[in-house]
């Protein structure tokens, strides 16, 4: 690849499992051969070497930001798997980048020399983001009506931003509260490119700082998390969003469009 592709790991909410998936689909890249690198810039909180049991790991992402460090320097490996990891910094300073760090920071990132840049971002979209020109943004989402509504809220944000989108749909235990595939994609308007079962392992391999990829291959998160992972390393073209929503809906699906209309 001439220039990394640069996916961004999105939720408008926390608690849905953006850091678990921003991990495991930058270990499944990894372990397919791909050359990759992982960005902690969750600088709300930053745990993505926590999740890879490289606590010690406290410095990164925000040095190469502020220009006080160059980013070959900075990057650290995940021994088991070879993943390169830009950590991010526990801290209770409040930070956020500015447009200038940002757009420094994204032609760095964009002259590596990886085949995958997977960058764990804030929950909610601010507009100094320093991804918003990534190549394409997964939205993780939960089946319930409020991460729903959210998750739209942030489509259209990247919409309005011209960036392309996906939703991955996690922890769904296919309960009759839950919403359904089919709602969500009539909402969204668009195919979930993922569903992640919820799975026992994944809070199991959290607990021991071993992402579920690697702590269990047949289990179903890992599969599909596998399913997913190949839909970048095949190059597949993803799927875009032209923000029109159809014909007129009734009932869950027509009242969340109307709360999130633009």
């Avoid at 980013?71 to 490996?77: A, F, G, K």
Wanted: hydrophobic residues 40%; proline residues 5%.
């Amino acid at each position: 690849m001439a220039t990394p592709y640069v996916v961004r790991i999105s939720s408008q909410k926390g608690g849905v499992g953006k850091t678990t998936i921003a991990v495991n689909l930058a270990i499944s890249l990894k372990l397919m051969g791909h050359r990759v690198l992982i960005i902690d810039g969750d600088y709300v909180n930053p745990v993505v070497a926590f999740h890879l049991g490289m606590q010690e790991i406290n410095k990164g992402f925000r040095s190469v930001l502020m220009g006080r460090a160059k980013m070959p320097n900075s990057v650290s490996i995940h021994a088991p798997t070879g993943l390169h990891v830009l950590g991010g910094e526990m801290t209770q300073k409040e930070f956020e980048p500015t447009a200038s760090q940002s757009r420094r920071f994204g032609s760095i990132v964009k002259s590596s020399a990886y085949d995958f840049v997977v960058v764990d971002t804030p929950p909610g979209f601010s507009q100094q983001n320093f991804f918003a020109s990534a190549n394409e943004a997964a939205i993780v989402l939960t089946p319930d009506l409020q991460a729903t509504a959210n998750a739209m809220k942030l489509s259209q944000i990247f919409d309005r931003l011209h960036l392309r989108h996906n939703i991955v749909l996690n922890r769904v235990r296919s309960r009759r509260w839950e919403l359904n595939v089919g709602e969500i994609e009539d909402t969204y308007g668009n195919k979930v490119c993922a569903i992640l079962p919820e799975d026992d392992i994944v809070p199991m391999s959290i607990a021991s700082h071993i992402p579920a990829f690697i702590y269990s291959k047949r289990c179903q998160f890992s599969r599909g998390m596998d399913r997913f992972s190949r839909m970048y390393s095949l190059r597949a073209e993803a799927r875009p969003v032209n923000g029109d929503m159809g014909s007129p809906a009734g009932g869950i699906i027509g009242w969340l469009r109307r709360i999130i209309g633009s």
